[in-house]
């Protein structure tokens, strides 16, 4: 395919080739409205050609069969790689879908630790020896499934794609990665990163596309023995029901989330609770799965709370998201900017008090820039309090009780996480019990990195299913087989 604006094409067996589909996709920069360029639209055959590739580099057991020393060496070499760049990866994502290069969380030197954390855990996993009689001997070991299809969104593309592809390789599988079509270069840049630290040709592959050609391609394909996916619950409903009507793979999916931010008048330091609301629902513009963007707060200390968060929206510096100094920067597309007003407009005409933001701003720049937005009086059974919206909206739902506050938390059919402000222990391990999610509690801001990527989760109700990161997490991308040896 000729086509001088292209800015990524497959990554096969080792190296960039050009894609079957003649139809691109256009790539534009948040921060502007400005065309990069383009990329595939992709195609089924380019999925075909990927597996093809990561089944011949697992057959072979080029990388499968190597001992775990050699695979370690080869992924703290491209963690190197990965933080060596970190700067130039930072941008690419900056310029595809807006994340200020200000931000570090996900970034990639993230990702670069990411990778270290799995390149020493290769020979980390044990496999089990069972009590038996005289005459047998029962063990199970962990071996790699084979072919992993790796499909990512586009809210933090460099990291994400470490995310999904660290613990498959440190596993021993071999990989087939689909960006988003909004941020496919830095997915790129990681896999000829990986190759260039020694990763042998075709263990790691990456194909530019859409959802409906690569993505729905790879997720139907008879040779991928599993994958791994992170985006909408509405799309990954429908990647569980490709691998049923294919060959029964198994799915790892982190999907959507309505994350609750609860807060007590226990005694709890409101500046500190104020600051790490308003970061982590400001953080990527709110294009963060876990933001919680629920503020569930007892109603005693509400216009205390609201009006040191709107304090700290105050302080923010909207614009390019390639300014250093930029703190808050687009949302990832005009097609999301549209999504995200329309949200607001909705949330309006339900009732809900707009307290602050919901515009669009910084129009004449041609960047798709909306307003930290908060509302209030937000009914607990409005689309609002429930639907995701990935935003930098936050819907404010005042509590009089502790029980109030664990029906409102799981007044949801997400489960990703909660975070619960009290100074009281009991308060905090009653609710730890009672919030089916996973659970944070604070009596402080968080400050240290506490477990870091030793930490493994798994979500519940429609946010997903299956454990992802940790040693638990690289377990995901193992199978359990059983060995019974009978003797004489």
Known sequence: ????NLIATPFIDGHSCPSASEKTVEVRNPS?????GDIPEGCGADAVRSVAAARGAFDSGVWNNSPPSFRAEVL?????????????????????????????????AAA?????FYAEATNKITGDVYASDEHTLVAQRFVPRGVVAAIIPWNFPAFNAVLKVAPALAAGNCVVLKPSELSSRSAIRVADLAIKAGLPSGVLNVVPGLGHTVGRALALHDDVNMLTFTGSSEIGKLMIQYAGQSNMKLVLAECGGKSPQIVFDDGVDLDAASDFIARLFLTNQGQLCTAGSRLLVQKSIEEALLSRIISHIRKIVIGDALDIKTTFGPVSSRKHLARVIERVENAVSEGASLEVGGR???????????EPTIFRNVSPNSRLAHEEIFGPVLAV????SESEAIRLANNTVYGLAAYVWTANLSTGMRLAKAIRSSVLINSAAPTGEGAGYAVSSEPTGQSGIGTEGGLAGMQSYLRRQLLWFTHG
């Open 112 to 116: 670069a630790r990411y990778a270290r």
């Open 1 to 4: 395919m000729e086509n001088k």
């Open 32 to 36: 502007n409205g400005e065309k990069i």
């Open 76 to 108: 703290h070499r491209w963690a190197d790689s990965i933080a060596s760049e970190a700067a130039a990866l930072n941008a690419l994502d900056a310029s595809e879908m807006g994340k200020p290069v200000s931000e570090s969380l996900f970034d990639a």
């Open 397 to 400: 739902l005042p509590f009089e």
């Open 360 to 370: 669009r701003v910084l129009e004449e720049s041609g960047g798709y820039f909306v």
